[in-house]
């Protein structure tokens, strides 16, 4: 059954969600103390994303549009990471406006907003959300989002049922030597909000054989200030020793560090380069790698800056949330 009921309620949601982060009445000290990397500019960020982009009214309609008719709401498990703050929004949304309630399994990572958010939802549409912190039972499908090493765990608990399980995603960035400052900082802000940590975020880059990286470094240097001080900069001194031990192709401003390396996998608080020749260099790298890949970003596609504020339907790793919800 298509829900406009539910998409009215969800704008209420998204109205009073922007108020609360207008005055900052949000439990900033209690999220941090619970996951040290969710610092208040990283919470607000990804407040004003989920009502900016997730909530936004056009495309919870055309997500509704896409539903196919249904007579009966099912209870779908929702299990979701906790790399990123409310990393689960966008599927709780697309469950909601497709008449299914949710049982919500909280990441010890993000337990806190959680349950802040699914408390604000549920003053809006009451009884269609539950937190739960025992096994998960009583469930007709669900939505599991976690390592590769947690896929096996997944299966077993939740692969008899109908179900959609995440894995290890990787993003990247293409750059061709056209960029200005503008597009550069666009580009730090997709490798550095939420601390390089969500799988949108762009971990690896494409640059040409000549390129400079100063350009790089230069514009990530505005976000350092954002960033969880202590945590980043004793991960970074550590992860930069062992690139130098490796005698690896590295470089580092003390913050950040650029490796070259062709691998989807760099450690934290650093983004691997690869360097092209030709276009049919990348569009060899990304055929290779597009089973690993959750986005990709570069000014010839307009989206640099935006792969940490998708819209409800840019689904994670392309599985179309509608007709999976659509099918129960």
Not at 44 to 55: E, K, P, S, V, W
Not at 196 to 223: Q, T, W, Y
């Amino acid at each position: 059954m298509r829900s406009y009921p539910t998409l009215e309620a969800l704008l209420r949601v998204k109205e009073e969600f922007t108020h609360c982060l207008e005055r900052e009445d949000l439990p900033y000290y209690r999220a941090s103390q619970e996951n040290a990397w969710f610092t208040k500019s990283q919470i607000n960020h990804r407040i004003q994303c989920i009502c900016d982009g997730l909530l936004q009214e056009s495309t919870m309609k055309e997500f509704l549009a896409s539903c196919k008719e249904s007579s009966e709401g099912k209870t779908i498990a929702l299990i979701p990471s906790g790399n990123i703050p409310l990393s689960f929004a966008s599927d709780l949304i697309c469950i909601l406006l497709a008449g299914h309630n949710a049982l919500v399994k909280p990441s010890s990572k993000d337990s806190v907003l959680t349950a802040y958010f699914v408390e604000l939802i549920n003053s809006h549409l009451p009884n269609r959300v539950l937190l739960i912190s025992d096994r998960i039972s009583n469930y007709d499908a669900s939505i599991a989002t976690g390592s590769d090493q947690a896929q096996p765990y997944f299966t077993q608990y939740f692969g008899k049922k109908p179900h959609v399980f995440r894995r290890n995603r990787r993003s990247v960035g293409i750059l061709r030597g056209e960029e200005n400052t503008n597009d550069f900082e666009k580009l730090a802000e997709d490798i550095l909000r939420y601390h390089g940590m969500g799988c949108r975020n762009i971990h690896h880059l494409i640059v040409p054989k000549e390129f400079a990286l100063d350009p790089i470094f230069e514009a990530c240097s505005s976000l350092y200030p954002e960033l969880s001080e202590h945590l980043w900069k004793e991960n970074h001194q550590y992860r930069y020793t062992i690139s130098l031990m490796n005698k690896e192709v590295s470089f580092s401003d003390g913050w950040l560090t650029l490796r070259e390396a062709d691998d989807l996998n760099p450690p934290l608080t650093c983004v691997n380069v690869t360097r092209y020749t030709t276009e049919d260099d990348i569009e060899d790298f990304i055929h290779k790698h597009r089973e690993s890949l959750q986005t990709v970003v570069s000014k010839k596609m307009g989206n640099l800056g935006q792969a940490q504020n998708p819209s409800l339907l840019d689904y994670a790793d392309g599985v179309d949330l509608a007709e999976f919800l659509s099918s129960l």
